[in-house]
Every structure is written in C-alpha cells, then in structure tokens.
C-alpha cells in the first residue's frame, strides 16, 4: 500500500491507483495519516470534517463515512485491514515507506547530512530524490480542516528548506547556473529575503548575466525601503559592490571560487535522471 499525500490524495498498490475525490472520506483518510500511529478520536474526527457546525447526528455518519473509506481501501486488495477501530477511537497502521511524506522527509534529512559533511554531490542527488515526490500543494483540497492544515503547512516549510539546501550544494559545486531558476521562484514567492536575494545575485553573475544580478539588487533595494524603511544588510551591499567593480572575485558565502559547471536545473524540472518513474513539479 502507498499514501500519497505531496498533491492531491491518492492511494496505491500494485498497478492499483485511486485518487479520493470524495471530501469527507478524503478527509478522514488524511486526519489518519496525519496523526499515523496514533488513535484518533470520533470527536476529533467530527471536528476536522464538520468544524464548529457538526450534523445533527455527527457519529452515525461517521461511521457511514469511515464505511465507505474501508470500502475504498478494499478495493485495492491490500490482503489486510489497514484502519483499526478501537474503544476511543480509529488507528491508521502504515509501515515504513508506505507515506511518501516521510520517504521525503527522510531523504531531505540524508541531504542535509551529506550537505553538513561536504558531499555535495551525494547532497544535491538526494535533494533531488526528494523534491521529485511532490506533485502539487499538500492535500490541498483538504486544508480547511486545522490538523490537515498545520501538518501540510509545516511539510511546505521543509521542503522550502530543502529546495534552498540543493541550492546551496549547487553553488558549493559551483553549478550556478542550476541554481538560477529555484532562485526566481524563491525570491518572488520571499521578496524581503536577503540571503536568497543574494544567490540569487551570484548564480546570475556566474551565469553571465551581471546586468541582470544588478536588477535584482536595485529590486531589492526598492523593496527594502519600501516595505521596512531600510536599506540592504552589508553582505548584499558588499556583493552588489563586488559585481560593480567586476575586477574582483566574486565568491559565495561559503567563500567558494567563482566557476559554473553545467547548464540547466529549474524549481518546476528536476533533472530526469532522479525522476524517472514521478512527475516534477
């Protein structure tokens, strides 16, 4: 059995796929892989599918509800009951690697591991490996309800996080150009973000492109002034100074030469080769 939950929700095995369109019975299958090795309440279920206005006979329909998500899973032969009912409530069992939100937490985390030992090719490979789960904004049909919510909005943090660690494992390789792309997402989605604003600046002057480097400092400038009345922090003024004069060397913050290796990379195509078998973003 697999989970899918970085996109729309869907369920699998085998050859076997099913996305569940149905809100309530998608909303009750999330609340347990969100809560996955706990047991989870017929109250706090009520809660998450109806809010503060609950039916008249809240209970009896979810049971008619959960009926249906049985059903559901049934249809996939899975050859054993995943969703136990016990006295206080329901328990999901998944096993390791069934949720592909933990197969991607855990290789972000091995990225980050080999990023913090200076194996930045094994790191990018396994940013890559990652970021190839997702497949849209997390269950985001489902975030009305409040854990559904705080569990996706923290996953989307993470993988910020590990966008932003491949780009820096690029630049440390001195594959700027790669970076150029993530960059222009991240800085239009965090404007006021000075050290993605900066990289950005370096993956464009390593990439050629120094005019270009330069308007992203004048953006950001403007932003700065408008937006918190201050001007930009002194490693974006030092680089911006840098590129001016052109004559020095430019480096990143990690103090690595100024060099670009390969071509390509873009937040919306991850590179093929670590992605053979899921959609990229």
């Given at each position: 059995?697999?989970?899918?939950?970085?996109?729309?929700?869907?369920?699998?095995?085998?050859?076997?796929?099913?996305?569940?369109?149905?809100?309530?019975?998608?909303?009750?299958?999330?609340?347990?892989?969100?809560?996955?090795?706990?047991?989870?309440?017929?109250?706090?279920?009520?809660?998450?599918?109806?809010?503060?206005?609950?039916?008249k006979k809240a209970l009896s329909t979810l049971h008619v509800?959960?009926?249906?998500?049985?059903?559901?899973?049934?249809?996939?032969?899975?050859?054993?009951?995943?969703?136990?009912?016990?006295?206080?409530?329901?328990?999901?069992?998944?096993?390791?690697?069934?949720?592909?939100?933990?197969?991607?937490?855990?290789?972000?985390?091995?990225?980050?591991?080999?990023?913090?030992?200076?194996?930045?090719?094994?790191?990018?490979?396994?940013?890559?490996?990652?970021?190839?789960?997702?497949?849209?904004?997390?269950?985001?049909?489902?975030?009305?309800?409040?854990?559904?919510?705080?569990?996706a909005s923290s996953l989307e943090e993470t993988r910020l996080?590990?966008?932003?660690?491949?780009?820096?494992?690029?630049?440390?390789?001195?594959?700027?150009?790669?970076?150029?792309?993530?960059?222009?997402?991240?800085?239009?989605?965090?404007?006021?973000?000075?050290?993605?604003?900066?990289?950005?600046?370096?993956?464009?002057?390593?990439?050629?492109?120094?005019?270009?480097?330069?308007?992203?400092?004048?953006?950001?400038?403007?932003?700065?002034?408008?937006?918190?009345?201050?001007?930009?922090?002194?490693?974006?003024?030092?680089?911006?100074?840098?590129?001016?004069?052109?004559?020095?060397?430019?480096?990143?913050?990690?103090?690595?030469?100024?060099?670009?290796?390969?071509?390509?990379?873009?937040?919306?195509?991850?590179?093929?080769r670590h992605c053979s078998t899921r959609p990229a973003l």
């Open positions: 059995m697999r989970y899918e939950i970085l996109g729309r929700l869907r369920v699998a095995h085998a050859e076997e796929s099913i996305e569940i369109t149905a809100p309530k019975v998608g909303g009750l299958l999330a609340t347990l892989l969100v809560c996955e090795g706990q047991i989870v309440s017929s109250d706090r279920l009520i809660g998450e599918l109806w809010g503060s206005n609950p039916p509800h959960m009926s249906q998500l049985r059903k559901t899973l049934e249809l996939l032969r899975s050859g054993r009951n995943t969703i136990t009912t016990r006295s206080s409530g329901y328990l999901l069992a998944v096993r390791p690697g069934e949720l592909d939100a933990h197969e991607f937490r855990r290789l972000a985390i091995e990225g980050r591991d080999h990023a913090r030992g200076k194996r930045h090719e094994e790191a990018v490979t396994a940013f890559d490996a990652a970021l190839c789960y997702w497949r849209g904004p997390v269950l985001e049909e489902l975030r009305d309800a409040p854990i559904i919510n705080n569990f996080e590990c966008v932003e660690a491949r780009i820096s494992s690029n630049q440390a390789l001195g594959r700027y150009r790669e970076t150029v792309g993530d960059l222009v997402w991240l800085v239009a989605q965090h404007p006021l973000h000075e050290e993605l604003r900066r990289k950005l600046m370096l993956a464009l002057f390593h990439s050629g492109r120094r005019a270009e480097a330069l308007e992203v400092y004048d953006e950001g400038r403007r932003i700065l002034d408008h937006e918190l009345g201050l001007g930009p922090s002194k490693p974006l003024s030092e680089l911006h100074r840098s590129i001016l004069s052109a004559g020095r060397s430019v480096r990143s913050g990690a103090g690595e030469q100024s060099v670009h290796v390969a071509q390509g990379g873009c937040f919306q195509q991850v590179r093929q």
